[in-house]
Each structure stands twice: as structure tokens, then as C-alpha cells.
């Protein structure tokens, strides 16, 4: 089943313990995002990223980092997390003009 | 540069009737449009989506869209609706095929379904 996995789905951690939010993909798509959705402020996006190795800011990047060391996979690291990070989280792929595939989400609050 | 509103944070319909959430867009060039749905506690999913083919648009689920470009409208729709479609609903935005395209999300509209 082409999907996008994302863990964990839920998570709550302390101010300035760094996490991993992981995402992975089985469609082969180039193109690779994260959103946060907060209430309010719909889906904005924090990071993407076209291919392998090649990672760019989106709307909000401060406060997260990405990676891109294989096609398939596109972690999202807090280093150093903060109350205003508590959101939910969604992983994204794409190819063409065919829309994105999103992950399930992950609900993550910084306490 | 490319921006997505939506009339209506929220709808409410009575289960059978018609179904209708609203989509302008703002794009410099023919663009690309997609509906997308999100359950609670789900992530989004795509309805369905226009490329410059047919205006009418057919998507899962029953639900249709127009493009008209005249009015620069994506308007969805659904003739009857159903318990099951009470979720939010986000209309979005490329302005172009790629995969390299950003796509521009709406702020969302959350409907709610009359029994």
C-alpha cells in the first residue's frame, strides 16, 4: 500500500530535549514536506525537500532541522524544543501534478 | 504569488442536501487545484485535484468541482450529504505539474453534517 509513515503519532517531551519526529515513504517521490497545523493558522510548511541531499526552508523553519540521506526517508530534529513547537505535525510526498500523500500526523506537546 | 481563500471557516448542512464549500485562488499562471479532506485525528487526503483538463472535476466520495477561471473559483460540491462527510476540508494551490511546485493551502472549513 503506497503510504507515508510517520512516528511517533503522539509524543510529549520537556522544554530543550532534543527529539526525532521520523517520516518515511514507499512511492518513490522526489519531493518531500513538512507541515505544522495549528489552529487558527492552517498548514504551514517548515522544510522540503526535492531530492536526495537537497533540503530548503519553508514559511517557519526556526527551531527544526531535516535531513535527506535517502529518498525515502525526511526526519524532522528538534534540537532544542520550545512550548510554541507543541503542534501537529504532518509529513508529505509528492511526484507530478498528483497531489501530496500525507502522513498521519504527529501531535507533539513541549511542556 | 499564489494565495487560497476559502469563504466560511465553517458549514453546516442537513444530512441530503447539497454540499457546497468555497474556493478562490490567485495565481499568476494556470494553475494547479486540489481539494483535500481531514478526519479527526487523521491526515489529509486527497479528493481530488485539476490540471488543466476538464473543468468538471470528479473526485472520491461523490464530491465534484469546477474550475472557472473567470472567477478564478474552485468551488466543491456534493449533491446529498452524508453523516461521513462531517470533516475539514482544505483547497490548495500549485502553480505548476512539478514535483517542485510549492503548493498554497486554504485555511480550512469544517464541516459539520445535520442528522
Known amino acids: 500500500e503506497a503510504q507515508v509513515t510517520q512516528n511517533p503519532r503522539y509524543l510529549i517531551t520537556v522544554t530543550g530535549k532534543k527529539l526525532t519526529v521520523t517520516c518515511s515513504q514507499n512511492?518513490?517521490?522526489?519531493?518531500m514536506s513538512w507541515y505544522r497545523q495549528d489552529p487558527g493558522l492552517g498548514l504551514r510548511q517548515i522544510y522540503y525537500?526535492?531530492?536526495?541531499?537537497?533540503?530548503d526552508k519553508g514559511d517557519v523553519p526556526e527551531g527544526y532541522k531535516v535531513s535527506r540521506k535517502e529518498k525515502r526517508n525526511f526526519p524532522l530534529i528538534l534540537e532544542s524544543p520550545s512550548p510554541n513547537q507543541t503542534s501537529l505535525y504532518f509529513c508529505?510526498?509528492?511526484?507530478?501534478?498528483?497531489?501530496?500523500?500525507f502522513g498521519s500526523g504527529t501531535r507533539l506537546t513541549v511542556v | 504569488a499564489q494565495s487560497v481563500t476559502q469563504l466560511g471557516s465553517h458549514v453546516s448542512v442537513s444530512e441530503g442536501a447539497l454540499v457546497l464549500l468555497r474556493c478562490n485562488y490567485s495565481?499568476?499562471?494556470?494553475?494547479?487545484l486540489f481539494w483535500y479532506v481531514q478526519y479527526p485525528n487523521q491526515g489529509l487526503q486527497l479528493l481530488l485535484k485539476?490540471?488543466?483538463?476538464?473543468?468538471l472535476v470528479k473526485g472520491i466520495n461523490g464530491f465534484e468541482a469546477e474550475f472557472k477561471k473567470s472567477e478564478t473559483s474552485f468551488h466543491l460540491t456534493k449533491p446529498s450529504a452524508h453523516m461521513s462527510d462531517a470533516a475539514e476540508y482544505f483547497c490548495?494551490?500549485?502553480?505548476?505539474?512539478?514535483?517542485?511546485?510549492?503548493?498554497?493551502f486554504g485555511p480550512g472549513t469544517s464541516l459539520s453534517v445535520i442528522p
Open positions: 512511492m518513490n517521490h522526489e519531493y
Open positions: 495565481s499568476s499562471v494556470p494553475p494547479y
Open positions: 485539476y490540471t488543466s483538463a476538464a473543468t
Open positions: 508529505a510526498s509528492k511526484t507530478g501534478a498528483g497531489g501530496y500523500t
Open positions: 490548495a494551490v500549485s502553480e505548476g505539474g512539478t514535483s517542485y511546485d510549492k503548493v498554497i
Open positions: 525537500s526535492m531530492n536526495v541531499e537537497v533540503t
